[in-house]
């Protein structure tokens, strides 16, 4: 039951999290308009900020519900406590169900909303950009759960500026989405989510950073540990 709840949890939040960012677009660009874009970047990142917060609440309310599959992925192979099938199997097409829908939908209701993320320049920039974005994410990410960071505003707030700082720097060549799911969705959309350059740049490219992301982590966990331990042996024998 709590498996199934998870699921259903992860299909609604990447259906949600779908509409959150592209109602903020469509709010900014009504609000501001076009001819000022220095003041509707600044209103775009502040309410991103806004919802991001919100999706965490969510997250937590739910139990680990998710919108993105990296996050799914990431937790699944850091915690080593299996899962992988459940989580490939089950969640992962959760959350492109949920995306699918979300994006069918909002064309149904705002048909001006625009195509969606897709890549502007060389298709392996792209995933360059993409695999780098989602590896930095995932090293913040994981550092702030080894870190035990215990204040829910401050944990949300690092890593929620951190993906806003990285959506902008990828913004221009891939979308800056870091989320395969989302992707997947306005893919589908437009009808190119089978072609190479759609497989290679968002999911192909993030997956395999973020498994390079667990392992440096890791890696550097058990450096500091191995050190700390050296430093109290060390200690012990001088006293």
């Not at 993906?163 to 989320?179: A, E, F, P, Q």
Request: hydrophobic share 50%; aromatic share 12%; net charge positive.
């Amino acid at each position: 039951m709590g498996r199934a709840r998870l699921v259903v949890a992860d299909l609604v939040l990447a259906f949600l999290w779908v509409w959150a960012g592209s109602l903020v677009k469509l709010f900014v660009y009504r609000t501001v308009g076009p001819g000022t874009p220095h003041e509707a970047e600044l209103l775009k990142i502040a309410l991103s900020v806004v919802y991001m917060f919100f999706f965490a609440w969510l997250e937590k309310l739910t139990g680990g519900g998710s919108y993105n599959p990296l996050t799914v992925l990431i937790y699944t192979v850091a915690g080593g406590n299996g899962g992988y099938l459940f989580a490939a199997l089950c969640r992962i097409p959760a959350q492109m169900l949920g995306a699918v829908s979300g994006v069918l939908l909002l064309k149904e209701v705002f048909p001006q909303i625009g195509h969606g993320p897709r890549v502007n320049g060389h298709i392996h920039h792209g995933a360059l950009v993409e695999g780098l974005a989602t590896f930095a994410v995932v090293m913040v990410s994981l550092t702030l759960k080894h870190k035990e960071v215990n204040s829910f505003f401050m944990k949300t707030w690092i890593s929620s500026i951190s993906k806003m700082t990285l959506h902008i720097l990828s913004s221009d060549l891939t979308g800056g989405i870091m989320n395969p799911a989302s992707a997947f969705g306005w893919a589908f959309a437009r009808g190119d989510h089978i072609t190479l350059e759609h497989v290679l740049v968002y999911w192909v490219a993030p997956i395999q950073a973020a498994l390079f992301g667990v392992w440096a982590a890791k890696q550097f966990t058990k450096s500091k540990s191995t050190k700390a331990q050296k430093a109290d042996e060390t200690k012990t024998k001088s006293d």
